[in-house]
């Protein structure tokens, strides 16, 4: 099945948000099935963990690369960048317990704000 962007209307809020194919192909990276979300993304953060600091776990981290994504607790991953990480980048390395906030850039949404959670 070819993915492509679908309009879709918030039961939260009314307003009309995009079910983009990037969420939908990472969904099926995931293994998971392939489920429109009923809310847009700000009211499903909302219901998520509130406003503020998420919990995650770095799924990977490139420090040659500058950039990595982290295992929500939603399921999907978030994309973060170097300049996003707070302290010491190299040691940001796999399934370390991470602190985030999550900021929508043009490019989607990312992880910003991303310390050690200890
Ligand atoms: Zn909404």
Known sequence: MPFRDQLLTCQSCGETFVYRVEEQRLQKEMGLELEPPT????????????????????????ED??????????????????????????KFVENTPVWYEVTETDRGLQAVNVHLRE
Do not use: M
């Open 39 to 62: 809310r847009c993304a700000k009211c499903r953060e909302d219901v998520d963990t509130g406003p503020g600091l998420r919990a995650g776990i770095v799924k990977w981290y490139q």
């Open 65 to 90: 690369k500058h950039f990595g994504f982290i295992s929500q607790g939603n399921g999907s991953d978030i994309f973060f960048h170097r300049s996003g990480i707070e302290g010491d980048p190299t």
